[in-house]
Every structure is written in structure tokens, then in C-alpha cells.
């Protein structure tokens, strides 16, 4: 429709303003004025666009008395209001700006306390929280929760001492037993280098170290001779020692005098070199040398072997006789009597060699296994593992019913020098039972009766008395009882194998603990164990349901719990793709955040929103200060392999990013503090690369609490609970660390 309209003119209004007024009037008037003409709609407004706001820490958030800047991230320019939580301690330094400052209270706190602080812009408010903390304490380790045992060289009295892999043990004259323990090899450098320790546990049960040389073979002086690994040991009438060591090229007896000298007695090259199985043993009066190999027995003279009994090539047998015409099965643990004569478990035998090496059979059968008591060939042994002679002359036999008999634990089994076979004791092998929280991880492997008639049990880690007929109590050391999983207070709560820590700003810490592997051809076991330890200690379970593992852990200022989880490992072919970042809430309520739980979901990593994300092998490395976690994601199914970083923001969103933050990781003190299983230290470093040991000594595993260094049992991992101070992984316990400045 269009309307027209006339204009006149005047003679007092030029003609093309008289056109422009009438024009704007019809407009303003609308078209066609009365005569039904439509309105013009104006234009519509801008739309609103809604404001954010992100809070940006200049630094930790985790505060002493040190005072913090937060400034505001908006999307649009508008004013920035801020409030402190009604009844938190500590002031701001303005009520409005881009930034303030947070100063904590002049006196420090007494227990970990919540700050929350509130920007408010455009109608939109985010949240801060912060967490003030008392002061750490003096430096040093103590224990926040979990089991204290494990393997180590710490010398101590009872469960406060620590034996790392006791292979021989023998009677000294005093009352004390003489162990061999073996270190852990010599790290990646030397793994075939295993050095050996000397130590002697009184009969009170105060563990000493007697020779601690460095590995090798060096005769001299203690501070100069060197040891290699010892296989057997005996002990001489004087308090003398003669073992049996190997420096990986020859075997060698060596005596090792009691001010700590070494003297090399025979050495044996590498085409003649003994195995580990070869036992060493000397009469009590005579001190005459023995060898015990598998199938032989040797004389030392001269400083050469001289087979006294059985035959070491094509000689296995059961058979008794005069010197190489008797036949060996299986030769195991072995002891001298005053005499000279030689008993020895032969399989499933105990067997007799005389000074001139005729050898006869005392009890049971080398070829068959049982648990029967009686006189000799009559009498049968299940799992004989070790032997000793008491004062009145008897044998006593370490066995175990492994032949389908009723009888569990050990057995202790006498034998009289007329073959007749009795149980007088035995007792329930120390195998993770608790209480009492001397339990211990591995089975008794030696017995050995000392020169006061008590009968004292190795198993790896400790050493017992067999105080009753039916039971034993510790003598020293402690392996520890933490191959099972129980919720509890402090040292009472027991972890598996934990291996992952993460903390949150209420003094909650969490620890992923797993189980051990299935074995076949699974070398992982499935499943998330999410044990939460509160701040006084407490440890608790969370269930959260997954048949994937758990790899990494972080936990940001909200309290939420963030977990990388991937397919567990089996074959290296039958490694499946896939993974998740898993989000827990406060409450415990889990969800996946991004990526899925169902492996074998792609090859290729694809960046997207939750469930749209693809990982490969995604392990969550950390959080940075606005929340976004950062992830690698290894990806084994191209060749060559690669990695990649991802950022998953805390709405889900995964992309790629060409490198992690700078500042990820970084403790509230600036430095970065990180874990080494392997030498069993904790390490600080700078931004300058500096790199300094904070706790542990290098090499030598044991957690020892106290002053630092202190002692570490193969950290797994590290973690800040405050601005000076750390949760970590020592063993199978939960340690406090805090550090020097």
C-alpha cells in the first residue's frame, strides 16, 4: 500500500525546507496520517550479555600469615564488589576494585580454618575459598595414619628395629644370633651388586650392626674391606665369622674378625663358583670348614674343596654310603655337631655325614613327604626348611604339613639321635593376621636354637621366639601386616599398597590404594580403592564404582575430587584405549567429568565436551589456579608413540594444549617437591634448577620418623597440606613431612 500526499508552499519557507518538514511530519504522524496508515517498529536493543567472573590467586591458596592478592577476570568492564565471610578471621583491603588484598590475622590460627571470600559484579558473584593453617611444627616425619613396618637395615630394639631380607642366621656363643641381610640391589647402576650386612640381636632383642663394608671383595682393615653378597655364615668359638660371598666374578670363604678385618680363606673361580643354594657350616670345637652344595660335601683344606661326600655331576640320588658313592636329592639347610658330624635336610630326609664322610639316613624318606611322627624311615616330613641342634643334643626340624595332612602353620619337629620323630611345638605362621600389629608379611624360614637353649625363627623381616607349645613372640624387627585394607584411626588403619595422595582445603586428605595384581596374564587389578583420611586421622572408605584403574588424583578449592582412570594393563597387545576424568563431590557423589569408562573407544584422542572426548591412556597430572585440570595422554597405538597435554576445564571441555603451565605443581612455598621411589628420598626444586634432598638418605629404604632427614620407604607420592608442610607416601604408611626452610 503506499500513500501520497501534496504540499503547498509558502512564499516565507523555501521550497526544499517546506518538503523536509512536511515529510518528517507525515512521518512522525505515520503514514497516511488518518487514512490508515502502518506504524515503523524501531529497531530492537543490543542484547545482554551475561557477566562472568573469575577469581585469579596470585598465589596459594593454602595461607599462614603470609597475605594473598586476588584480583577479578570479567567478561565485560563493570564495577567489582567484595565481601569476606561473615565471622572469618582476617581483613581485605578494600570493599571494591579490579583487585585486593587477603591478610590473615595477626595471630596465626590454632586449627585449620575455611575463609570465603565473594566478588560480586553485574549481579553475578563468584566464591573463593581459602584455608588458613596453624603453624607446621618443628621439621621432621611423623605418622598421619597406616602401618610403620616394612623392610629396611635400622638397627633398634624389638619392633623398633628393621631387618630388609635376613638369608642365613647362626648361634653365637653369648646368646645372640648372627644374621645376614641383604640390601636392596645397588639401584638401576649395578643390579646385580647386592650388598650385604652383618648384624648381630642380642638376647634382649637390641639389633646392632656389626660390618656394613662397601660391596666388592677387598681384604683389610674394617673401613677398607670390601663384601659381596654373603650366601651362608657360620660362627667360630672366639666370635669369629667365616662366610660365604660372591662379588658377581668368583665365590670366596672369608673370615671376618671381630674388630671388623677381613681375610680371605679360599676363592673359588666362576667355572666353579657355588649357587646360591651352597651352605657353610663348622663345628663347634674344631672349627673344621664344611661346603653343602645341592648334591655334595666338601672339606675346605688348603684353601681348596675336597669332596667328602656324594657326587656333584650326575650324582642325584638317595643313597647312603662311604663318601661319593652316597647320593644327594635336594640338600637344604645343614648343622655341625661337636663332633664334627654333619645333619642336613636332604628333600624330605634328614641325613647324617661323619667326619670321614659315610652318610646315613636318620629320619624320613628324601623321596617322600608327609606329616607322620616316628622312628626313621617311618617318619615323614612335609615342607622341612631349616634345622638346629638344642643342648641335649636333639635335632630340631622347621616343617610345615604340605603333603594334603590337617596340621596349618609350622611344625616344629624333634628328632633324637636314634631317628625317633616327635612334635613337641608349632605355631600359626605370621601371615597378615592382626592383631597384634606385629604380624608379619612373610612365613618363618630358619630356625636356629641359641647357646642359652631358646628356639629363635627367621622369617624375611623379623625374628620370633617360640615362647610356648603352640606360639611365638617377636624378638625384633617388624615387616608389618598391611597386605589387607582396614579402615581406622591413625596407625590402627592399614593400606594395601597406596600409591597416589591428594589433600583439599579442609585437612582431608585422599589416597588411591590398589590391590595386587591377579595374576595370569593381568598385571593390573581393576577398581578404584578411595580411602579418605580425615584431619584427625581417621581413615574411611569411598566406594566409587569402576573396573578401571585409578592413575591420577587432584582435589581443587571447592572440595570436589578429580580421577584420571585407563584400562589396567595386561599383554602389551591386549592393552585397551579409552579412559575418564571421574569428578567426586564433597558429598561423594562420582560422576564422569569427560572422556568414558568404557575402554576401547578409539585410538585417537578427540578434543570435546564430556562425553564427546576421547583419551587414549589419559593420566591426570594437575590442577592449575583457576580449576582447569591438565592431563597426559599417551597414546601406545601409533608408531612411534606419542603424548599429548590436554586441559579439561571444569565444565568438561577437553582440548589440546601445546604444554603444561609452569606454575603446575608448585607447592604454596613456591618449590616443587617430588617423590623418588627408587633412592627413597624426597626431593625440592627451584625454578633456577636447583635440586636439594629434603627427607630420606639416598639409597637406604626404611621409614624412620623424627629429625631429618628421617627415613623413607620407597615414597610413591607427595602432597601439600598446608604452606609447610606435605602428607606423603612412605611404605604402606601415610607420613607427615615438614620440611627445613
Not at 602401618?147 to 653369648?174: C, H, P, V, Y
Not at 657353610?280 to 661326600?309: E, I, M, W
Request: aromatic residues 4%; proline residues 7%; neutral net charge.
Amino acid at each position: 500500500m503506499f500513500c501520497t500526499m501534496s504540499i503547498g508552499r509558502t512564499p516565507t519557507v523555501p521550497l526544499r525546507t517546506a518538503v523536509l518538514a512536511a515529510t518528517l511530519a507525515a512521518l512522525l504522524a505515520g503514514c497516511g496520517g488518518g487514512g490508515g496508515a502502518s506504524p515503523v517498529t524501531p529497531p530492537a536493543p543490543p542484547p545482554v550479555v551475561a557477566q562472568t567472573v573469575k577469581l585469579l590467586p596470585s598465589g596459594s591458596t593454602m595461607l599462614g600469615n603470609a597475605p594473598l592478592t586476588i584480583s577479578a577476570a570479567l567478561d565485560h568492564s563493570a564495577d567489582v564488589s567484595w565481601s569476606l565471610a561473615s565471622g572469618n578471621p582476617g581483613s581485605l583491603s578494600a570493599s571494591s576494585g579490579a583487585s585486593i588484598t587477603y591478610t590473615p590475622p595477626a595471630t596465626r590460627v590454632t586449627a585449620i580454618t575455611p575463609i570465603t571470600l565473594t566478588a560480586t559484579s553485574a549481579g553475578v558473584s563468584r566464591s573463593l575459598h581459602l584455608t588458613l593453617y596453624p603453624a607446621p611444627g618443628s621439621p621432621g616425619l611423623s605418622l598421619i595414619a597406616g602401618d610403620l613396618g616394612g623392610r629396611s637395615i635400622q638397627d633398634g630394639k624389638g619392633s623398633a628395629a628393621r631387618f630388609n631380607e635376613i638369608t642365613a642366621m647362626a648361634a653365637d656363643t653369648d646368646g645372640s644370633m648372627i644374621v645376614v641381610d641383604l640390601e636392596d640391589s645397588m639401584l638401576d647402576i649395578y643390579p646385580s651388586q647386592v650388598p650385604s650386612t652383618i648384624r648381630r640381636v642380642s638376647p634382649d632383642g637390641q639389633v646392632s650392626t656389626l660390618y656394613r663394608p662397601a660391596f666388592g671383595h677387598a681384604d683389610g682393615p674394617s673401613g677398607q674391606a670390601k663384601l659381596g653378597r654373603v650366601m651362608a655364615l657360620t660362627v667360630t668359638a672366639d666370635h669369629g665369622l667365616f662366610v660365604l660371598d660372591n662379588d658377581t666374578v668368583n665365590s670366596y670363604v672369608r673370615r671376618i674378625e671381630a674388630d671388623g678385618s677381613i681375610a680371605t680363606v679360599a676363592t673359588f673361580s666362576q667355572d666353579t663358583r657355588f649357587s646360591n643354594s651352597v651352605k657353610l657350616t663348622t663345628d663347634p670345637l674344631g672349627g673344621n670348614l664344611r661346603l653343602l652344595t645341592n648334591f655334595a660335601v666338601y672339606a675346605l683344606s688348603g684353601g681348596k674343596p675336597v669332596l667328602l661326600a656324594g657326587l656333584e655331576q650326575g650324582g642325584e640320588g638317595s643313597v647312603d654310603g662311604p663318601g661319593n658313592l652316597a647320593r644327594f636329592t635336594m640338600i637344604m639347610d645343614s648343622i655341625s655337631d661337636s663332633a664334627g658330624n654333619i645333619y642336613m635336610i636332604d628333600n624330605f630326609a634328614i641325613r647324617k655325614v661323619t667326619p670321614s664322610g659315610a652318610t646315613s639316613t636318620v629320619a624320613g624318606v628324601a623321596t617322600s613327604c608327609g606329616g607322620v611322627d616316628g622312628t626313621g624311615s617311618v617318619a615323614r616330613f612335609g615342607r622341612p626348611d631349616s634345622l638346629s641342634l638344642d643342648s641335649s643334643g636333639n635335632l630340631l626340624v622347621l616343617d610345615r604339613d604340605n603333603c594334603g595332612g590337617t596340621r596349618s602353620g609350622y611344625q616344629i619337629r624333634q628328632v633324637t639321635s636314634a631317628g625317633v620323630v616327635t612334635t613337641p611345638s608349632y605355631g600359626a605362621d605370621p601371615v597378615n593376621v592382626y592383631p597384634p600389629l606385629t604380624a608379619t608379611t612373610s612365613r618363618n624360614r630358619l630356625l636356629r636354637v641359641s647357646s642359652d637353649n631358646r628356639i629363635i625363627l627367621a622369617s624375611t623381616g623379623q625374628l620370633q621366639i617360640q615362647q610356648s607349645t603352640s606360639s611365638a613372640a617377636l624378638l625384633a624387627g617388624l615387616e608389618g601386616d598391611s597386605a589387607t585394607e582396614r579402615d581406622g584411626a591413625g596407625a590402627l588403619a592399614r593400606f594395601m599398597n597406596p600409591y597416589l595422595l591428594a589433600a583439599d582445603l579442609n585437612g582431608n586428605l585422599y589416597v588411591l590404594d590398589s590391590a595386587p595384581a591377579p595374576g595370569g596374564y593381568q598385571l593390573e587389578a581393576g577398581g578404584i580403592h578411595l580411602r579418605k583420611i580425615s584431619p584427625d586421622g581417621q581413615v574411611s572408605t569411598i566406594p566409587v564404582s569402576s573396573t578401571l584403574v585409578a592413575n591420577g588424583m587432584v582435589s581443587d578449592n571447592d572440595g570436589n575430587l578429580y580421577i584420571s582412570v585407563r584400562g589396567p594393563l595386561g599383554t602389551l597387545t591386549g592393552i585397551s584405549p579409552g579412559g575418564a576424568i571421574l569428578k567426586i563431590t564433597p558429598q561423594g557423589s562420582a560422576s564422569i567429568l569427560a572422556g568414558s569408562q568404557q575402554t576401547g573407544t578409539g585410538t585417537t584422542p578427540v578434543d570435546g565436551n564430556g562425553s564427546t572426548a576421547v583419551f587414549v591412556r589419559p593420566t591426570l597430572l594437575g590442577i592449575d589456579k583457576e580449576g582447569d585440570l591438565y592431563v597426559r595422554d599417551d597414546n601406545y597405538f601409533v608408531t612411534p608413540s606419542v603424548s599429548t597435554i590436554r586441559k579439561v576445564s571444569t565444565q568438561g571441555m577437553v582440548s589440546t594444549v601445546p604444554a603444561l603451565p609452569a606454575d603446575l605443581g608448585k607447592a604454596p612455598d613456591g618449590y616443587t617437591y617430588s617423590a623418588d621411589p627408587a633412592r627413597s628420598v624426597v626431593y625440592r626444586s627451584g625454578a633456577d634448577g636447583s635440586k636439594t634432598v629434603v627427607a630420606g638418605v639416598l639409597a637406604q629404604r626404611g621409614t624412620r620418623l623424627g629429625t631429618l632427614p628421617g627415613g623413607l620407604d620407597r615414597p610413591q607420592s607427595i602432597v601439600a597440606t598446608g604452606p609447610n608442610s606435605f602428607a606423603l607416601i612412605s611404605g604402606a604408611a601415610i607420613l607427615r613431612l615438614v620440611p627445613s626452610q
